[in-house]
DNA sequence: CGATTGGTTGAGCCCATTCAACGAATGTGG
DNA sequence: CCACATTCGTTGAATGGGCTCAACCAATCG
């Protein structure tokens, strides 16, 4: 098989294996690579899609980082999540034909685009991809209850060594450091994505300083006792 | 076409359009009825399934009223939802093969049972199934990120009101009274599903039944002023 | 340069929790 | 049938974790 005249995003991705192609054949990565996707750029401050956009697509995250939001009728706003290279955006507007969160870069990006249309047609010609697919809307699923979890049933001390840890393991996963981690939100996005105020994250992390588990300069955190956070969160009652 | 000779399950189904055939033709709905449905009874108190029990099946509830909870490592436990006729059960066991919360009966009920792999065999055959099943998919996401926004922006009578609405909502599109409600479950599940207290879910409904929102008599709920509960939720900063 | 945004820290307060007592309803076994 | 245990729900009093309000500093930007 000759490869010289075909477009390969995926098939030559170094995060291939955690984003929508894992599992597949490289058959069928480089179907998948010949049918849709194409690489966007987005600015960082600046939104990948808004609230209400109509939906078309999704977006596979291939550099930089973005976080989602939802808005509230009320004003009130919350942060979902924060996405990293390889994690899907956009699985929430299927239901609905319409975006129901903003997607904000946090840093420059870029993000690989598939039609969603053409993306169930070719689930249709490879039950892999579709069930593969289908694993990755059930884990989003699985993802929430556990910030459900979080959210309903942690002290914000808990919260804040469940997110760094979380991180540290995202990170790792991507062969970055998982000790030496640079934030890409503020504060106060951190404190509305675990539900605490933004002057809580503050103390908490200073607290987390003092007792030296982490150091802590600015948006550069330096985890220094990775038990120490883990056992802040199974020591529970 | 005769039918005579054929299963219907889902075809007769009052709740038909609640449930997974929502959006399908009639004939779609008896092939699909062909392939795999058969109802399931499950006792008042006894579980459809544990976490950690491998995962073989959908389950639609038909009659009844579960909830599902997941278990934490060290002993936190949390209810994740309550689930009525129409609503399906079992969705983030894809993702991992294994289910990973309890889902148990709170009344005596039935439960349409569906093989997955036959599932997703026949969304293989039937573009309209898969596509469908793309948004029941992601229609649980929503609903998660819903509760996440309870659950991180909400003062517990913003999270009691918005249950109550809730419930209301789902009881009144299955031609129920959407001002006379039956809790099924304990002010302690309440609790957890809202991440407050049981003691403070009672206080609160004690304090609405005094403001004439709500007549409470146990388990039994008169919504006296449904847009007073509206208010609450959307009154907000 | 002033203006803006992001972050830290302190003081006081309040909402929800904790701990506790009690009543009602239900079920069980003698 | 009753005595007893258990589960479920309500309510009170005291406590405390996180919030509010506020001041201040550092970095960035037009």
Redesign the pocket.
Known sequence: MDFSELKSVCYGCSIRELCLPEGLTDEEVLLLDQHMLHRVPVRKGEPLYRTGDPFKSLYAVSTGFFKTSILHEDGRTQVTGFQMAGEVLGLDAISTDHHICDAIALEDSAVCEIDFNQFEQLGQLMSNLQHRFNKTLSREIVRDQGIMLLLGSM???ERLAAFLVNLAKRFSARRQSASQLV?R?????I?SYL????????????RF?DQQLLE?R??HIRILQPQGLDRLLNSNI
């Open positions: 002290r914000a001390e934030l939100m503020t504060r106060e996005d404190g539900g605490i105020k933004l002057e809580t994250v503050s103390r908490i992390l200073s300083h802590v600015g948006r």
